[in-house]
């Protein structure tokens, strides 16, 4: 069974395209198919894994307006096991444009329903905004990752997108699970750090996983060289917390496994 991932947080700045890239790396390098949709105008999903902005080629702008199949606008990556649908600026314009179009929300799932049981996971990079690209991801989704740097304003950030799931669930009756909280950029040498990473916990509890992404200038490094971390640097502190992050979530689906086959 695929599942579905968007990982979101209307905060910029946070390590949405960082956890994307790198998480799809090391699930893909469980010998598990991987696909990362790139919802994001900025494409730095796209470019972070080393695919070409290419005007001739099909984007996910394409996908969402139906000009053409997801399936024809899948890419390669140099990493094995991960393919992606890229996106350009051209992506901007589908907020405008989806707005006149009927089932607006839920172009994406449409889209991706054919090619869903081809991959083990889907991972969607979404834009720092709560526009409709993202609600279009939050509406393809099982479950949504939400990377939170450990700063003043984390919880209240994270705060308004929990209210904006809630009303996904509600407002247009979709169940879209908690996947996890995720703490990014984490530097355990400021006591502001250690402070919202223990207020996160004591709020959110079980829902933050357990792995810490640190503060790390090859993880920073890595995309400008269009390549993961684990093939940037296999060995840094940043690898090595990807890996745990996929063999925690991987851990986690089987126990959900398990009790939904009870």
Known sequence: MSRVFAITNQKGGVGKTTTAINL?????????????????PQGNCTSGLGVAKAPDKPSLYHVLLGETQAADAIRPTEFDGLCMIPADKNLV???????????????????????????DFILIDCPPALDLLTLNALMAADAV???????????????????TIDRVREGLGHPLEIGGILLTMYDD?????????????????????????????????????GKPILSYDPRSKGAESYIKLAKEILDHEQTRHAQGAR
């Open 24 to 40: 799809a790396a090391s699930l893909a390098a469980n010998d598990l198919k991987v696909l990362v949709v790139d919802s994001d």
């Open 93 to 119: 314009g589908a907020n405008l444009e989806l707005v006149e179009l009927d089932q607006r929300e839920t172009r994406l799932r449409e889209r991706l329903a054919p090619i869903r049981q081809k991959y």
């Open 145 to 163: 990752v939400v990377p939170i740097q450990c700063e003043f304003f984390a919880l209240e950030g994270v705060s308004e997108l929990m209210d």
């Open 189 to 225: 040498r400021t006591n502001l750090t250690r402070q919202v990473a223990n207020d996160l916990r004591e709020f959110f509890q079980e829902q933050v996983f357990q792995t810490i992404i640190p503060r790390s200038v090859r993880l920073a490094e890595a995309p400008s060289f």
